[in-house]
């Protein structure tokens, strides 16, 4: 994917035109952020915008221009921030909770109408898990169905970790250097060119009387996140919001955006145009001058036939094992079918405005304990083992694994 890097006023007063001139209810704003220790108590560096089926990442500087890559408007007055906080255009996040906290406290942005992909993972899951996964193990997971994704993906964004993580022998503040390093831009424009396909193939799985309530879940997150008490830091962020499979009929109406996400031309939506390669140069002999005829495949070999009756015997054949195929094919097509219905939309379940995890880890948090979370919970309890997916490295919780 191309990159551009918004680093001036005019810059981002073109994308907010680009942005508005799009069909707001129809289209989709794929948007992260990154940073020095990204929330109140640090700073926010890049905004990467994604506006499918456009493949270009746009990067918002905001390192560079501050508080004008919000207020920076169009002929129009539009800015990002009146975007950002509109009620008509849909913003797709993962994890928006650090992300809302870091615009809230230094930009005063309310974030609205936003879909949440890690959300979204979490309730298309057979019920029986506890805790969200963060970016990189959904995209492992889901490697096999995402349309366009690049090779050496997981490669080319250790590359770019390697920068940034002190453990691996990198600083945070290299996101404040410019220019940017190129491993650093590809790692910002790796996380974007998967979220589109996670969306599509999570839509798939969500039941009506899910999705109804995912988008209380969400708006929950982000007034969590601008609470004074909100902690983005901790094992209570890998825990996911309660989860109510059954709901009655009357429960299940959606709203916008989620009306948009379980509509049927959400896939389409989500499309994002690839960049044709160049043509390979051929290295074949070329051809005589004068001679413009084209080569043709060598056909089958003749079919020995002693006689008419032979030539209807064989032709017979031919026809019995065609209608053969097409019947095995359409059993296998039908089978299929029943079982994507069976496995791809699993049983609605929905969830509660806040988890209570959360309000009681609140209430406890100026406990004596150094942790109130080590009394609040056993980790080895009411998970398998395939749910324990939690800490991937990357996920930022808490650092090291402890699930």
Known sequence: MPTSMIDTEAKVSTLVTSIVA??????????????????????????????????????????????????????????????????????????????????????????????????????????????????????????????????????????????????????????????????????????????PGLLAIYARRLGNNVAAQLQDIVDARIALSQSASFNGQGRHMAVGPSITRYRSRASTSLTFPMSLVCGLSIADI??????????????SSPKPEGNTSMTLPALAPPIAVNSAADLLDQLSLATSNTDNNIDQSSSVIAVTDELADTTMRPEPYSSSYLDDDYEEYALR????????????????????EKDLTACDIECGYCGHCMY
């Open 22 to 195: 799009r069909p707001s209810k129809q289209h989709l704003i794929f948007i992260d952020l990154e940073g020095v220790d990204l929330s109140r108590h640090g700073s926010v560096s890049i905004m990467q915008v994604l506006l499918p089926p456009e493949p270009t990442v746009h990067l918002v500087d905001v390192h560079v221009l501050g508080v004008k890559a919000f207020t920076a408007g169009n002929a129009d007055g539009v800015t990002l921030q009146s975007l950002l906080e509109s009620n008509e255009m849909p913003k797709v996040f993962f994890d928006v909770r650090n992300d809302s906290d870091a615009l809230f406290s230094h930009f005063r942005i309310h974030l609205r109408c936003v879909i949440d992909l890690q959300v979204m993972e979490f309730a298309s899951r057979p019920p029986g898990g506890r805790f969200v996964k963060g970016l990189a193990k959904c995209v492992s997971e889901e490697s096999s169905r995402l349309p366009n994704m690049p090779q050496g993906w997981q490669k080319r964004k250790d590359e770019g970790r390697k920068l940034f993580v002190p453990e691996l022998g990198g600083k945070y503040e290299v996101f404040l250097e410019r220019p940017m390093a190129p491993e650093l831009v590809d790692y910002c424009e790796l996380d974007m060119m998967m979220m």
């Open 270 to 283: 989500c499309r994002v145009d690839t960049i044709s390669q160049p043509q390979i140069a051929s290295t």
């Open 365 to 384: 948090s100026s406990a004596d304990s150094p942790d109130p979370w080590d009394d609040l919970h056993e980790y080895d309890k009411d998970d398998s």
